[in-house]
């Protein structure tokens, strides 16, 4: 099985992620964990990376895609499946997609678009918390740390990311609204758009996940 994570920040795509891994044994590709694999690798683009972040200025289309390109013709590990997060943000970025897994015969299979209530995703956004050394996610209300600011995984400090205060999320979510809505009607029209509920807690999820995929 090979799918698209589609929906605003918030709606759950992480905890969406999880299931599927568990479930399905599918590769999870982010292209942000790619970014910064390939900084940490050293290698060209690696380099060539982290010049443009140093900068001040965005990662290209062509190279973000250059690197899902790059993943799906030498992953190993995705003969069994795999769903990409964060890829793609447009649809020219869904059509180079389509052409990548047509010559590595790796057709998509669906896009599952989670929507959720605006109220929650602010919600959820503003109370989360990230660990500066594994990266594990918290949430000062529904997931706390046993031990307040602290990572029940490695020890290491949470600390909530800049981008996740009430007026940036509202302006991502515009964003997203914009730039995601063509990519939705996209694949409505290729007959593989699936919709979740991303209002539901991770138990939930993962019930309606697996009897919409079944």
């Known amino acids: 099985m090979r799918v698209v994570l589609l929906g605003p920040p918030g709606a759950g795509k992480g905890s969406l992620a999880g299931v599927l891994k568990e479930k399905f ?3 999870h590709i982010s292209t942000g964990d790619m ?9 060209e683009l690696g380099q060539e990376i982290q010049t443009l972040i140093t900068r001040g200025a965005l990662v290209s289309d062509e ?3 250059k690197l899902v390109a790059q993943r799906i013709t ?3 590990d995705l003969k069994k499946g795999f769903m990409l997060d964060g890829y793609p943000r447009t649809v020219k970025q869904a059509q180079d997609l389509d052409e990548i897994l047509k010559k590595a015969d790796l057709p998509l299979d669906f896009a599952l678009n989670m929507e959720a209530d605006s109220t929650l ?6 109370g989360r918390r990230v660990c500066r050394k594994c990266g594990a996610l918290f949430h000062m209300l529904n997931k706390p740390p046993v031990k307040s600011g602290v990572c029940d995984a490695c020890g290491g400090e949470l600390y909530q990311r800049t981008d996740d205060n009430e ?12 730039s995601t ?3 939705i009607e996209y694949y409505t029209s ?3 758009l699936k919709e979740l509920d991303g209002n539901l807690e991770t138990i939930d999820l993962a019930n309606a996940v697996t009897a919409l995929l079944k």
């Open 190 to 192: 290729q007959h593989k």
């Open 74 to 76: 030498k992953g190993q």
């Open 167 to 178: 007026e940036t999320i509202k302006a991502r979510m515009q964003v997203y609204e914009i």
């Open 181 to 183: 809505q063509p990519i």
């Open 25 to 27: 044994s599918l590769a």
């Open 35 to 43: 970014l910064r694999e390939e900084i940490k690798k050293g290698s």
């Open 63 to 65: 190279l973000v895609t």
């Open 121 to 126: 995703l602010l919600k959820r956004l503003t």
